[in-house]
């Protein structure tokens, strides 16, 4: 699963998800 944290003023989405083992990730999204 993942979850949004936020959006900065460049559109960026900074957020966290999770693999079936259980194992955290964070991401940051940019659309190019």
């Given at each position: 699963?993942?979850?949004?944290?936020?959006?900065?003023?460049a559109?960026?989405?900074?957020?966290?998800?999770?693999?079936?083992?259980?194992a955290?990730?964070?991401?940051?999204?940019?659309?190019?």
């Amino acid at each position: 699963s993942s979850s949004v944290a936020g959006i900065n003023d460049a559109g960026q989405i900074v957020g966290q998800s999770t693999t079936s083992s259980g194992a955290g990730h964070a991401f940051l999204y940019a659309n190019a």
